[in-house]
Structures are given as structure tokens and as C-alpha cells.
């Protein structure tokens, strides 16, 4: 293991390895990441795989909107040696509530506004893209067909390998204990498998955020929560894009596989470390998805699991440097849209880190917003 | 074609003993691993044929014993069911 890095960023899911691979891209090229399981074994390689850039905040519709061009030539950019499998099938929102469906009017103008292809639907409408959807209570839709699907393994495993391509290294099985200080200023990282010098630290640890940031002495307003999702077996494609209904709390799409995934938020989630999946949840996503989607009902169910969402109070990420803590960076609180947004949070991070000019300002996502009250309050989340 | 490209692996998902052993050697050297990048295991037998032999072959080329591997999760249900079944009544012989 390095006994001295330029950068350490704790974490192996696809923040982490995308912001290792865009400092080495940028020439800081002695930096390692950690990661205590395997690459991509925390809330990455258990989402819901979906991409989307319809969102009703500036800051995620221009984070969004940026990695999906990012994704669309990831192949490429990354020299990758397989595929990571982004397929552009659309993502269809339904709105069942007057209220719900005024946010969409103000998302849609927004998301026009910055030049997303996106329009809002009559329930017929949603019916020829979607022709299985049951439109009953439906009060109307938007669409975005450049929206879509991509595998979080292959990703992650793209980045990774760029990433060590430039020199990173990257160290699974290895459990960071500690983070050393001489006053405020990071000074090393101490781990199961030694200690490493640096004077940056990344803190990309997914739904281990806020105890990694407790190393450093740092409240940070993350928790984390558990969120379930299963799979069924590949059938004929019939589904091209991702369905998704903010009223019950749910998203399903046929993957290029063929599967059906699907998931729901529940709103008596207590915050905590369970990952265990429940029949409680097979129950209510077969009773809703079998009203919404009514032919899935005989398709078999053959996989359950969950993964964290780590929250943050106004469901949008914690990016950029720490004051109190100079050369601490959190790049967590991703609140359940971590994977989509991951090709540019790997640029911006990057480049903050590098004293560069960000793409995207990314004071605003700072942690010090919290302490303002410049809160971004994000409508459209699962 | 070598018998390694005719041997498979993980009938759900087609892996061939040749893609498994270009996996091991290229570092990932664990089921779940292998499970992720390749999709052997998420099939509709979720591993019941692929899982011991790729903990075997795992052994063979890294000389980890199966009994020091971290076996890979288990995950509900135990057999492919249908929506129709979980919602109740008498599952038909299809649903199965």
C-alpha cells in the first residue's frame, strides 16, 4: 500500500472512482481510493439503474443534463474494453394530483429553458408511449426520450480501470479506522492495512458518509436510509422507458436485458444501516405495479435486495470542500440519484480539488448552504 | 473453438469457463464479483448450478480454498413467483 498519496478518497462506488479518474485525467496521478468491500458494493451497485435529467432544480437538471452527454460517449472516453450498456429508452413521469401536476408545467418550463428535449403529455398521450400503462386517475405526463438505463457495475468498472490505467490505486478489502489531523488541516489516513500521508481526502463513502465525516470531527446533515428493489425475469422487450409515479412512490423499466426492475420509496423508513429486503415490500410492489402495469402480473419475480440512500435535508448532494476542515471534500448526501449524476460530480470534485474554475458552480451544493438556509428543496425524488 | 468457449458456466446468463477464468485473472477473484460484471447467478435459478463452480474455479487459480471464500449473498425468493402469486390465492401451476 502507498505510504503517501496526493489524494485518498474514501469510498469504491462510482463517485469515488469517477473523481479518481478525472484528478488523473487532470495530471494528479499519486492518489489512491479505499474501499472496504469490493468496487461498487454499496448503494451503486444496488440502485435502480436508471439516468434522468428530468429534474425540477436547476442544479440537479444541469448535473443530470451534463452526464448524460457524458454517458453517451463514456465508451469512448474511457477506452473501455466492454460496454457500459447506457440505452436511451426515456423516462415517462405521471402526475396523479392537481399539485403534481402544476410541478411538472414548472419543470418542464425550466428543463426547456436549458434546452432539454421534454414535453408534457395527455394521459392518451402516455398511453401510445407506454401502450400497457393503465391510465386510469391519470392527470397527465411529461417525457424525455433522451433519459434512460445503464448498468452501475460496468460503469463503475470503466471508471475504475481508466482510473488505474493513469497510475490510481485502488485498494478493496480495506477498512479506513481513522483520519489524522495537525489542527484542523488532514494530514494521513489510517486504514486496516497501514497509513497513507495525504493532505487531501475525498469523502465519497455513500451511505457511510456521515461516520466517515465524524472522523474529522464533522456533523454533516446526511442519514442514510434503506430503499428495496427487485427483479424479474427478462421478458420480450415491450417496455421501452422507465415509468415513474412521484404518487406511489415507485419507478419500474425493462432493462436492455430484458428484466423488469423496480423499486419503491416508503415514507416510514426509519434512517439506519438495514439493507436486509422485506415481503412486506414483494407485497405492496406487486399490488401496485400489477394496477399500473396490469400484464406484469404474470411475469415471476426472481431477485430482492435493497441499498442506502444517503438523504440530505433538501434531497440534493453535498459537493466541494470543507471550511472548517481544510483539505476534507465531501462528495456524498446523494439522496437516491448518486449514479446518474456521477460522470460530472467526478469533474467538478476534480476540478475544485485542482483550484480550477468548476464547469457547474459548485458553491451552492457546498455544505455551508445548510448553515445559510440556502436550501435547494428538490421536488421529483423516489 | 477451445473447450473452455463450449464450456458454460452460468446457463441462466451464458457464461463459458473461458469469459470466467479472463475474469478471475483480470482480478476479480470472488462470486459476488463475478456475479456483478458477468450477471452469472442473477439468472432464474439465482446460482444454484453456476455459484459452486465458480467458488471452484476461483480456488483453482487463486488457491484460496472455498472454505476461506466469503460466501456470496442469498437473495428472496428462493424460487422465480409471479406477481399473480404473491397477491394471493392458490398459485397456478404457471405462476410456479
Given at each position: 500500500m502507498k505510504k503517501t498519496a496526493d489524494?485518498?478518497?474514501i469510498g469504491g462506488g462510482v463517485n469515488g472512482v469517477s473523481i479518481a479518474y478525472n484528478l488523473a485525467k487532470r495530471g494528479l496521478t499519486n492518489i489512491c481510493v479505499l474501499e472496504r468491500n469490493f468496487?461498487?458494493?454499496?448503494?451503486?451497485?444496488?440502485?435502480?439503474?436508471?439516468?434522468?435529467?428530468?429534474?425540477?432544480?436547476e442544479m440537479n437538471l444541469r448535473m443530470s443534463m451534463a452526464s448524460v452527454r457524458m454517458f453517451e460517449n463514456m465508451n469512448e472516453e474511457l477506452d473501455y474494453d466492454d460496454d457500459i450498456e447506457f440505452n436511451q429508452g426515456g423516462y415517462l413521469l405521471l402526475a396523479y394530483t392537481e399539485a403534481g401536476w402544476e410541478q411538472f408545467k414548472k419543470n418542464v418550463a425550466l428543463q426547456k429553458a436549458h434546452g432539454l428535449q421534454v414535453e408534457l403529455l395527455t394521459p392518451a398521450?402516455?398511453?401510445?408511449?407506454?401502450?400497457?400503462l393503465n391510465t386510469e386517475q391519470l392527470l397527465g405526463a411529461t417525457y424525455c426520450p433522451t433519459d434512460g438505463h445503464c448498468n452501475p457495475f460496468k460503469v463503475t468498472d470503466a471508471y475504475a480501470k481508466a482510473a488505474r490505467r493513469l497510475g490510481v490505486e485502488i485498494y478493496t478489502n480495506t477498512t479506513v479506522t481513522g483520519i489524522e489531523r495537525d489542527g484542523?488541516?488532514?494530514?494521513?489516513?489510517?486504514?486496516?492495512?497501514?497509513?497513507v500521508s495525504?493532505?487531501?481526502?475525498?469523502?465519497?463513502?455513500?451511505?457511510?458518509?456521515?461516520?466517515?465525516a465524524a472522523m474529522v470531527g464533522l456533523e454533516i446533515p446526511t442519514h442514510s436510509e434503506r430503499h428495496q428493489i427487485l427483479i424479474t425475469e427478462p421478458v420480450e422487450p415491450m417496455q421501452r422507458p422507465m415509468v415513474m409515479s412521484f404518487h406511489h412512490n415507485l419507478y419500474c423499466q425493462q432493462t436492455p436485458h430484458g428484466s423488469f426492475i423496480m423499486g419503491l420509496g416508503d415514507p416510514t423508513e426509519k434512517p439506519g444501516y438495514n439493507m436486509e429486503a422485506s415481503w412486506q415490500f414483494l407485497e405492496e410492489m406487486a399490488e401496485k405495479i400489477t394496477w399500473l402495469l396490469p400484464p406484469l402480473r404474470h411475469i415471476r419475480v426472481v431477485r430482492q435486495w435493497a441499498g442506502l440512500y444517503n438523504m440530505t435535508p433538501d434531497r440534493t448532494p453535498i459537493l466541494g470542500p470543507v471550511e472548517e476542515v481544510p483539505g476534507f471534500y465531501l462528495a456524498c448526501g446523494f439522496s437516491g440519484h448518486g449514479f446518474m449524476i456521477a460522470p460530472m460530480v467526478g469533474v467538478l470534485l476534480a476540478q475544485s480539488i485542482l483550484g480550477q474554475k468548476t464547469e457547474i458552480p459548485i458553491e451552492p451544493m457546498s455544505l455551508g448552504r445548510f448553515a445559510r438556509g440556502e436550501l435547494f428543496r428538490e421536488p421529483s425524488v423516489v | 473453438m477451445g473447450p473452455d468457449e463450449k464450456t458454460i458456466i452460468c446457463r441462466c446468463e451464458d457464461l463459458t469457463l473461458k469469459r470466467l477464468r479472463e475474469l478471475i485473472a483480470s482480478g476479480y477473484t470472488t462470486?459476488?464479483?463475478?456475479?456483478?460484471?458477468?450477471?452469472?447467478?442473477?439468472?432464474?435459478?439465482?446460482?444454484?448450478?453456476?455459484?459452486?463452480l465458480i467458488e471452484r474455479e476461483i480456488a483453482a487459480m487463486t488457491g484460496v480454498p472455498i472454505r476461506e471464500q466469503k460466501p456470496a449473498k442469498?437473495?428472496?425468493p428462493s424460487r422465480p413467483v409471479t406477481f399473480a402469486a404473491i397477491l394471493g390465492g392458490e398459485p397456478r401451476e404457471e405462476d410456479c
Open positions: 489524494a485518498v478518497i468496487l461498487a458494493s454499496g448503494a451503486t451497485g444496488r440502485c435502480g439503474a436508471g439516468v434522468r435529467a428530468q429534474w425540477g432544480t398521450e402516455a398511453k401510445e408511449v407506454v401502450p400497457h484542523d488541516r488532514i494530514q494521513g489516513v489510517h486504514t486496516d492495512r497501514g497509513y495525504t493532505p487531501v481526502v475525498v469523502n465519497a463513502a455513500g451511505g457511510w458518509s456521515q461516520d466517515v | 462470486v459476488d464479483e463475478i456475479k456483478r460484471i458477468s450477471r452469472a447467478g442473477m439468472g432464474p435459478c439465482q446460482g444454484r448450478t453456476c455459484r459452486a442469498y437473495r428472496q
